[in-house]
């Protein structure tokens, strides 16, 4: 669980975040929500431990700090997420531009498909020849 420090008179709260747990990905996503109310500031060691500093561009009492910081580790967890769909679903948003891209380009997807089929039997590049065939009987 992320830890928490409240500093009233400064106005801001620092989170340390095990980047382990939450990548930066998901720390940018979640922080960037915040900009309208608070300046954030990122330190520490991507690969250790991140310090997230709040500070909220207006006074805040105690309970709107805790306030700020609890919305900001459920964001964290929100982005955290998005992250993993994303990354769990990245071959098929790219199957599904792919075949965006295709259908856009005007042509028939099924003649594409077969146009290719027979470029791989004519082989113009002569891979598909057996060694023996193009360089004669092996020598033992």
Not at 15 to 42: E, H, M, T
Not at 48 to 57: A, Q, W
Not at 90 to 109: F, H, M, P, Q
Request: proline residues 4%; positive net charge.
């Amino acid at each position: 669980m992320p830890r928490i420090k409240i500093h009233k008179s400064e106005n801001k709260i620092i989170v340390s975040v095990n980047p382990k747990l939450y990548p930066l990905q998901a720390l940018y996503g979640a922080a960037y929500v915040f900009l309208d109310r608070a300046y954030i500031f990122l330190d520490g060691d991507p690969k250790k431990e991140v310090y997230v500093s709040l500070k909220g561009k207006k006074k805040l009492t105690k309970k709107e700090i805790r306030a700020l910081a609890d919305e900001f580790l459920n964001e964290l967890l929100n982005y955290n997420l998005r992250c993993q769909i994303s990354k769990d679903n990245r071959k098929i948003r790219e199957y599904i531009v792919g075949a965006a891209l295709i259908g856009a380009s005007g042509e028939d997807t099924k003649k594409l498909i077969q146009s290719d089929r027979k470029d791989w039997q004519k082989d113009p590049l002569g891979i598909a020849v057996p060694w023996e065939e193009k360089y004669g009987k092996k020598a033992l």
